[in-house]
Every structure is written in structure tokens, then in C-alpha cells.
């Protein structure tokens, strides 16, 4: 247990610190607020000077953690203790704190997945530099406006008032405050009154999700001038990585051999070992594909699966034609997403689900199809709508089923009853796809589970099986058109403005005409489970029916035996049709669906381990084909593309790992 430092011998009796109060506060040339030594008795009469060698109240006294102060903090605020840890430190975070003390660095950036208690370690780490005298203030800055009152609340609970009222105009805050709270652009707007407020005192500076600070160069440049010359710099981030070469401010990138830049966090907590640890929810995937069809410019109408490998235009118009509101695709998404919820709540009562949309047109719809799915109304948050924020805190501490949302819950908001999701946004960068993810992993109670519903796309189903790989941000790496996958233009637009983008459901070059949803597989620590293409309504339903709190081992066993009853039911299925196939003398069929089957698993496979590996289809076939013999996959037997899927499977497992 960590114990502060005693300030010097045993003081003799004082008065309680509450019967003093701070010297009123006077001004500077440079603007700042600062006050006169000593302190003021509230009838205004000044108290002694203090006796050397004799300990004067603090405005952190130095005690244990444990009492009414940060270190009194559940370990992820608010109420999402890891079991047995309530009450005191999780492990991550005394190891953060311990390897933060025994350096003492300038700048600290701290890792940590979402969920993990980031907020409470660095408010812990808050309270330890001001009671040490090392800092006298601290200055927090987030993405989003709802974060930096969430963040002024969690200080308050740790008796550290932080200001998120503070506004440019004021230049100056309040002597009541320890400091305040400022949104990446605000910062931006006005450097110069953030770069007083930082340099007037010794001063903390608490970048949060930092790696925002490229997000555009007035930004990243705002911050490095802002907070230039401040004492201490502690960057947190659940996402240490971005998609493009913008370089986060404060963060150290250690040169490589190929030429390229990787960025070091000083501490890092990923989501394996936060899983591990029981500190997260394990997160079950549902995918769905579909056949879709939608009508060209040209006026020629064109049809794909949702899941089967094409051209990335036409991945991307069979996925846009997929989160059309007017299809029956989201609307059967919506609904199965509703009856696991259903399921979840019988053992999580206020248990609740979230849709994740591309714009505002979408989210409003999605949110009627869910109104005439449930009989309930959804709450719609929409960042530039007044009254979001509250939205969503009535949604947190309520019991209503679902939420939709454009981009204010995709990020650092704290929901911890989400339980369910569905994605049906065409976003696909890694970073928004985990700050995503993140809403739904922390962890309340023993055996909470996520449910995540995604298009199968490859796209997605690669991010899914990456999920407990722990990434770093990259400078000066070669770029390809599809890194990144598909629409995240639309997606940059949504977040900054929120615009209805009719141009993705009406554009002349598009045109949704149909929509049909299939289960396809569930994606569970990086394997997959089901029948895929052949996957039947019972299956999904089997699925669905998962009881809503399971161990991360339970889930896992679960998924694997019903995995075996989906084969034993296969064969038993195919054991039939080929007996009614030789009673007819029409054997050939049967074999016909089992090599079209495995083909299409296989293709699958293969896409998904193209985007793991960066390689192009045609060249995994082609090392498939060395590795397992045989000819081309049009000319191969039902053995030969069984064991190249067994192959590339395990390529996909070990890759991960």
C-alpha cells in the first residue's frame, strides 16, 4: 500500500484545516490569479507564520489511500471496481503510479484499454504531485465537451475541484478551483490563455485520449505551444495509434530499422490482460451477411453477398446498401440485436444496447425501426443538438433499452450498462473501430458480457479477431488505398458537424434496392464459430440464447460445444441428403453444397487473413497451394480446400497471437 511521505516531525495541536481559508487572491501582469502566502482565518484575520519544522495543514492531507480523497476512488470511476478490488488500486494502476514515482518524468504517457480506470489513476497520480507540493494545479484536457464535465465530476468526487465553465473570455479562474477542465479546441481556439493559466504555477497537465492532439495541426501545434514549459504532462490514451502520419504531441516515437517511427508508451494495459485480470468484459462477436442489390450510375443493377470477397467498391456498395434504413437487412440486425438483449437483461436487469449510426439521418430512423421493434422510444444523441450530454448521463443511471448515437458514445463517454451493440456505421479504421468497442467492455460485476453485432465485412471481421492486439502509432509507413478500409471520409464529416448525408443513401451514383440479413458466424478471442453460409435461423438462435453473465472460460466453452452440436447436426443433415441423393441415383448433389460450402469458408478465410497479412488474395491461394498441394480452388477437391482452410485458420490464430 502506498503511504505519503510525512512533511516533517509530529506537529503540535492546530485547528482543523477547514477553520482556515486561502489568502484572497491578487493579480499579475501576466493576467493569472495567484495568492498571498500563508493563510486567512474566515473572520479575515491572517494566521501565523508557519513554524519551522512543524507540518501545517494540506489541501491533500498526506494519509493512506483508502480515505475520503482520490485515493478513496473505486478503482474505474464510477462503482466498476474489479471483483475483490473495491476499495483500493487495481494492479495496473499501482504498477503505473510506482514506475511513475521512481522516474518522475516530465511526460508519462499510460496506455491502458478502455475500461481499465485511466481517470482514476491519473486523479490518484493528481493528488500525490499536489500534495507533494510538486504541482500546485492541474489543468485537464479532453475531445468532447460531455468529457470534460465528466472528468470535473470525478474530480470533485476526489476533492480536486476542477472548473468546466471555464471559458476563454475569462482568462482567468476562480480561487475555489484547483484548476479546470478544456476541450481539445478550446485550447485551439485561444493558446495564449491556456499557456498563462499553464505557466502562471507550477502545474499538471492531463492530456486525455491525446492521441486527438493530431487530429488537425492547429491542434497538435496548440498544445505543444500551450503546454510547452508546464511542470508535469501525464497523456492517456485507450487507443495509442492513429491512421495517418500526424505526430501526437509529447509522445516519444523510437526510430526503427526499416526507416519508420513507432511511438513508446511509458505504460501500457491492454485489453488481454485486463480480460485476464477481470477487470473488462469478454467480447462476443455476431456477424451478419446477406445478399444485397442496389442499382450503378450507369443505371445497371448489380447484386453481392455482404460477406463474400469482391472488389472494394463493391464491398463498399454491398455495405451501403446494408445500413440502408429502408432494407430489411438493419431492420432483422435490429431485431436479433433486441432479443439478445431480451436474454442479457434476465440477469442484468438495466442491461442496455447501443446503435452506433453513420449520420443523423440513419441514427433517427434506426432509432424508429427500434420504437416499432420494442414499443420503446430510443434516446437519439446527437452532439450538436443541446442536451446530449444530459442524454446520455439519463441514459447511464436509467433503465431504457437502447441508445443511438453518432459519435458521442463512441469515445471515453462512460455507460458502464451497455451491454449490447450493434455497428452499422461503414467507419472502419482501427482507432475508431476500438474507441467503439471500448464502450462496452467495462466491467460492473462477475460475468458481464458484451454482445457486438457487425456486418460481415472483412474489414470488420479483421478488426474483431485483432481486438486483444496491442497497437502502437506508426510514422512514415507506406500507405495503400485500402488500408483503412471503407467511407471513414463520412464518417470525418459526421464527427465534425453531424450532417445528414443523404448522399450516402440517394447519391446518383448509388441506389439501395434490397437488402437481406443471414447469420453468419459468431467471432469469439480470435476463432469463429458456426456454420457460416450455411448457417440456419436455429443457429442463430442458439447463439442469441447465451445466458447475459458467463465467464470468460464459460463463454468459451459454451461457444465450443455448441460449436460440436453444430457440426454433429451437419452431418447428420448431410448424412441424410446423401442418402436421399443415392436413393434417387443423384449422389453428385450432396457433394456439390459440401465443396461450395467449404470454398466459400475458405474464401472468406483467406480475405480476412489478406487483411491480417497484408497480402492480396491471389497471393495466400497461391502459398496455400504450396503449403497443401493441389490445384487452383475451382479445380480442387472437397480435402484439398478443407485442409487449406484448416491452414489459413491457423495462420489466423497464430498471427493474432
Not at 251 to 270: C, F, L, M, N
Request: with cysteine; proline share 6%; aromatic share 6%.
Amino acid at each position: 500500500m502506498f503511504t505519503l511521505p510525512s512533511r516533517g516531525p509530529a506537529a503540535s495541536p492546530r485547528p482543523d484545516a477547514s477553520s482556515y481559508r486561502r489568502a484572497p487572491p491578487v493579480r499579475r501582469a501576466h493576467g493569472a490569479r495567484v495568492c498571498r502566502a500563508g493563510l486567512h482565518r474566515p473572520d479575515g484575520s491572517r494566521a501565523p507564520a508557519p513554524t519551522p519544522g512543524v507540518e501545517w495543514p494540506a489541501v491533500h492531507p498526506p494519509i493512506e489511500f483508502g480515505n475520503a480523497s482520490a485515493r478513496d476512488l473505486p478503482p474505474a470511476y464510477p462503482r466498476r471496481a474489479a471483483r475483490g478490488t473495491a476499495g483500493r488500486l487495481r494492479a495496473w494502476q499501482r504498477e503505473a503510479l510506482e514506475l511513475y514515482l521512481e522516474r518522475q518524468p516530465r511526460d508519462f504517457l499510460a496506455a491502458a484499454t478502455p475500461g481499465a480506470g485511466k481517470t482514476t489513476f491519473a486523479l490518484q497520480l493528481a493528488a500525490i504531485l499536489l500534495d507533494r507540493g510538486i504541482v500546485e494545479r492541474v489543468l485537464v484536457v479532453a475531445p468532447t465537451e460531455h468529457l470534460k464535465h465528466q472528468w470535473a465530476e470525478a474530480a470533485a468526487r476526489a476533492h480536486i475541484p476542477l472548473d468546466p465553465a471555464f471559458r476563454n473570455a475569462d482568462h482567468v479562474f476562480g480561487a475555489q478551483w484547483t484548476g479546470i477542465t478544456a476541450t481539445y479546441a478550446q485550447v485551439a481556439a485561444n493558446v495564449a490563455v491556456h499557456k498563462a493559466l499553464a505557466e502562471a504555477r507550477r502545474t499538471l497537465v492531463i492530456l486525455d485520449e491525446v492521441h486527438h492532439g493530431g487530429d488537425a495541426l492547429s491542434w497538435g501545434d496548440a498544445i505543444r505551444e500551450a503546454y510547452g514549459n508546464a511542470t508535469r504532462r501525464v497523456c492517456l490514451t485507450g487507443t495509442p495509434f492513429r491512421s495517418d502520419d500526424a505526430m501526437i504531441p509529447f509522445v516519444t516515437y523510437e526510430p526503427q530499422p526499416d526507416g519508420t517511427k513507432i511511438s513508446r508508451a511509458d505504460y501500457s494495459y491492454g485489453y488481454a490482460r485486463a480480460l485476464a485480470d477481470g477487470v473488462v468484459r469478454p467480447v462476443i462477436f455476431l456477424t451478419y451477411a446477406g445478399n444485397m442489390r442496389w442499382r450503378s450510375r450507369s443505371g445497371d443493377e448489380m447484386s453481392a453477398d455482404l460477406a463474400a470477397p469482391a472488389t472494394k467498391d463493391i464491398i463498399a456498395q454491398a455495405w451501403r446498401t446494408a445500413l440502408d434504413p429502408r432494407g430489411d437487412w438493419i431492420a432483422s440486425v435490429l431485431r436479433a440485436a433486441n432479443a439478445r438483449l431480451t436474454q442479457v437483461r434476465r440477469g442484468v436487469p438495466d442491461a442496455g444496447g447501443l446503435v452506433i449510426a453513420t449520420d443523423q439521418t440513419q441514427a433517427r430512423a434506426y432509432a424508429g425501426i427500434l420504437r416499432e421493434i420494442t414499443g420503446e422510444s430510443a434516446t437519439i444523441v446527437l452532439s450538436d443538438e443541446d442536451g446530449a450530454s444530459e442524454r446520455i448521463e439519463r441514459f447511464a443511471a436509467g433503465t431504457q433499452r437502447w441508445m443511438v448515437a453518432v459519435r458521442m458514445v463512441s469515445e471515453g463517454v462512460d455507460v458502464p450498462r451497455l451491454s449490447v451493440g450493434v455497428y452499422a456505421t461503414s467507419a472502419s479504421t482501427p482507432l475508431f473501430f476500438a474507441q467503439v468497442i471500448g464502450r462496452f467492455v467495462r466491467a460492473r460485476r462477475r460475468g458481464e458480457t458484451a454482445t457486438i453485432f457487425l456486418p460481415s465485412v472483412p474489414t470488420l471481421v479483421h478488426l474483431a479477431h485483432e481486438l486483444e492486439v496491442e497497437r502502437d502509432h506508426v510514422l512514415g509507413a507506406p500507405r495503400h488505398a485500402d488500408d483503412d478500409g471503407l467511407d471513414d471520409e463520412l464518417v470525418e464529416r459526421a464527427n465534425e458537424r453531424e450532417r445528414a448525408s443523404d448522399a450516402l443513401l440517394d447519391g446518383a451514383d448509388f441506389e439501395p434496392l434490397e437488402a437481406q440479413a443471414a447469420f453468419d458466424r459468431v467471432l469469439f478471442e480470435g476463432d469463429e464459430f458456426g456454420s457460416g453460409p450455411e448457417a440456419d435461423s436455429l443457429e442463430e438462435q442458439d447463439f442469441l440464447g447465451f445466458p447475459g453473465l458467463l465467464e470468460p472460460d464459460q463463454v468459451r466453452q459454451l461457444l465450443r460445444s455448441h460449436q460440436d452440436e453444430i457440426s454433429r447436426r451437419r452431418q447428420r443433415s448431410a448424412g441424410q441428403a446423401e442418402s436421399s441423393a443415392a436413393a434417387s441415383d443423384g449422389e453428385g448433389e450432396a457433394m456439390f453444397r459440401r465443396v461450395k460450402r467449404v470454398r466459400g469458408e475458405l474464401n472468406r478465410a483467406v480475405s480476412v487473413w489478406a487483411q491480417m497479412s497484408g497480402e492480396s488474395h491471389a497471393s495466400v491461394h497461391s502459398r496455400l497451394r504450396r503449403v497443401s498441394g493441389g490445384p487452383a480452388v475451382a479445380q480442387a477437391d472437397l480435402h484439398q480446400l478443407e485442409q487449406r482452410l484448416k491452414t489459413v485458420r491457423g495462420w489466423m490464430r497464430r498471427g493474432r497471437r
